[in-house]
């Protein structure tokens, strides 16, 4: 399957600064990309799909202007967090649907955000 | 909105005994259907999925799902279990016609003593 990695795998950071977490896909390319959240002892949250080349599509309740998504290449996708809150605390995890495959979802190691 | 439900989100059990965990969903139209597993320290990976035809499919290290479209049910099993299938499993449920877009249940804990 594709390999995934996310970068960092933890960050900590001051309530109201920005924090970026990187998602590559690195053995295919990825028209989309899939960002999700994973509270404790909760599932994985789908908070937006990430298109390369336009906007990122983000569920219901999400907010877009919070959850910045780039989506510059066919092999990276950022999410950015900004004026993170301690709410924003959680694992951010995405997953890549390589192109040419249907269904197939194939997930990074997630990014513990910590928020102070 | 489809969901997807998964119950007994604790399970603990002896090697050798059998597993089966159950997944429910609500949605109309036709799905497509995934168990992924996730190894303490590790990524999500993909257990099994459905698509299309026999509704028995098989996965890998031992583990088969049935999905029963009567009961909007995907349940996992496994006959014999390891120790080494302590793991979280996820159900999730992407409709046919959608962009892939996963819904996830809870998710069932299962820890296996040696």
């Known amino acids: 399957g594709a390999v995934v990695s996310q970068h960092p795998s933890r960050v900590i950071c001051k309530s109201g600064t920005s924090v970026k977490i990187e998602c590559r896909s690195l053995d295919f390319q990825a028209t989309t990309m899939f960002w999700y959240r994973q509270f404790p002892k909760k599932s994985l949250m789908l908070m937006a799909t990430?298109?390369?080349?336009?906007?990122?599509?983000?569920e219901q309740g999400v907010e877009k202007d919070k959850f910045l998504i780039n989506h510059a290449s066919l092999t990276l996708s950022t999410l950015t967090v900004t004026s993170a809150h301690p709410e924003d605390s959680s694992f951010y995890i995405c997953s890549v649907n390589p192109t040419g495959t249907d269904y197939e979802q194939y997930f990074g190691p997630g990014t513990r955000l910590t928020v102070t | 909105a489809q969901s997807v439900s998964q119950h007994n989100h604790h399970v603990i059990l002896s090697e050798a005994a059998s597993l089966e965990l159950g997944c429910n969903y609500s949605y109309g139209g036709t799905v497509n259907l995934f168990w992924y597993v996730q190894y303490p320290g590790q990524h999500l990976q993909l257990l099994l999925k459905y698509f299309s035809g026999d509704p028995l499919v098989k996965g890998i290290k031992g583990f088969e799902a049935e999905f029963i479209k009567s009961k909007f049910s995907f349940n996992l099993r496994k006959p014999s279990v390891q120790w080494s299938d302590t793991a979280e499993y996820f159900c999730?449920?992407?409709?046919?016609?959608?962009?892939?877009?996963?819904?996830f249940g809870k998710g069932n804990q299962v820890v296996v003593i040696p």
């Open positions: 999730a449920v992407s409709p046919f016609s959608g962009n892939n877009r996963l819904a």
């Open positions: 990430s298109n390369e080349g336009s906007k990122a599509t983000y």
